[in-house]
């Protein structure tokens, strides 16, 4: 995996018109991140409603191909049946148009994804591709918890992994343990959510002021990619730019991109205790009070609740209260019964909290140019 960019340009949020991608801008933006020595290229199956992989690969084309590299993903929950995989990778490289894949991942694993694609053998079909000339390179993204992750990328003798990793995010999911395990077993990383969906890279001054302090000149996102510049085993860092001046402020970043000193780290670490302050809800996330009667996960509900408070992503904290995967297990289902109050360890007035978050949550409104 020697010679990819250590900034990689993630094809999930070009630029849009009437809903679509504004093909001339998106492709003006993918011509100065290579003319700026960005050469990974990012997709999947449903980016952009699925016409992010032909439009991508359409824009390569006009490069020498050994001069980029493209990143897929083989979409888990629609195959259902082992004949899936082939079928679905062949209409991937017919779309990219590419001859063949250079990174192929089984996109976002979890225990239960995992089991499904053991049980039908994606992995080895795609193996079966590998040694045909399709993939050069055999990986998986992830999305669960850390001990999903040991399990999986102990399961096979994977050419890399990506995780979603962030300076905020080194206890979630796979998470530094993740990161770590990873490096041991010389697995290289490839990094999702650098600056955590857009929010790290809002935050209000009075919270980065110990970093605005040693340089007033840097962006928030900078911090973010500098932290994790100075982990050896990450191999690439994606950035779903969806502006111009989002591709050439990180290729003016990246072009030497430097590793946080220790005096700033020492500053990155009180604005985390300053973030982790601003917390709507003691909860731990114990489940002590689970289940409820009434269906409401009320730990992933706090959950969301205090990324609300630390990071105010209005974007992101609309579409997490508004997912119609969610809408059974909302606060707001709550009835206020009381069963889960005797049962909480940190003894939360739980009702009570889950009917001021669902007032909080119904009055964020919807904010122009927020990612997801």
């Known amino acids: 995996m020697t010679g990819i960019s250590l900034l990689g340009f993630g094809c999930m949020r070009f630029p849009l018109v009437a809903g679509k991608i504004d093909e001339k ?22 980016y952009h409603d699925g016409k992010s992989e032909a439009f991508t690969g359409r824009v390569l084309s006009k490069y020498p191909r050994d001069s ?7 979409p888990c929950w629609q195959v259902k049946k082992s004949e899936d995989v082939r079928e679905i990778f062949e209409e991937q490289l017919k779309r ?25 053998g994606a992995w080895d079909i795609c193996r079966q591709l590998q040694e045909e000339g399709k993939i050069r390179y055999l990986g998986f993204s992830f999305h669960d918890e850390y001990e999903a992750f040991d399990t999986i990328i ?49 935050l209000p001054s009075s919270v980065m002021a110990p970093l605005e302090e040693l340089d007033p000149s840097a962006t928030q996102v900078s911090w973010a990619f500098r932290w994790l510049a100075a982990h050896e085993g990450i191999k690439c860092i994606l950035s779903g730019m969806s502006t111009m001046e989002q591709v050439r402020q990180n290729i003016e970043l990246f072009s030497d991109i430097q590793p946080l000193s220790a005096q700033e780290l020492g ?26 009667p009434h269906g409401v996960d009320i730990p992933r509900n706090f959950k969301q609740w205090n990324y609300w408070g630390m990071f105010e992503n209005a974007g992101d904290a609309r579409w997490q ?52």
Not at 98 to 103: L, M
Not at 267 to 292: F, H, N, Q
Request: glycine residues 8%.
């Open 154 to 202: 102990r399961a096979k003798p994977w050419d890399f992994c990506q995780i979603q990793y962030n300076y905020m995010d080194v206890e979630e999911q796979a998470g530094r343990k993740g990161y770590e395990l990873a490096e041991s077993l010389g697995i290289p990383v490839i990094i999702m959510e650098p600056v955590k969906g857009g929010s790290l890279a809002g």
């Open 321 to 372: 209260w508004h997912n119609a995967e969610f809408a059974s297990a909302r606060a707001d289902k709550c009835t206020s019964c009381g069963a889960c109050v005797s049962h909480c360890p940190q003894h939360i007035p739980i009702p009570q909290d889950l009917e001021r978050m669902t007032a909080e949550m119904n009055a964020i409104k919807r904010v122009s140019g927020k990612k997801k």
């Open 25 to 46: 801008e998106a492709e003006k933006m993918l011509d100065a991140a290579y003319a700026g020595g960005v050469n990974y290229f990012d997709t999947a199956w449903i």
């Open 267 to 292: 500053a990155l670490d009180e604005v985390i205790k300053r973030l982790e302050s601003r917390v709507k809800s003691p909860c731990t996330g114990c489940s002590y009070c689970m289940p409820c």
């Open 68 to 74: 980029w590299y493209v990143a897929d993903k083989l």
């Open 96 to 120: 990219l148009g590419t001859g063949y894949i250079d990174f192929y991942l089984l996109h976002a694993l979890n225990r239960g994804s995992w089991a499904k694609m053991e049980e039908l």
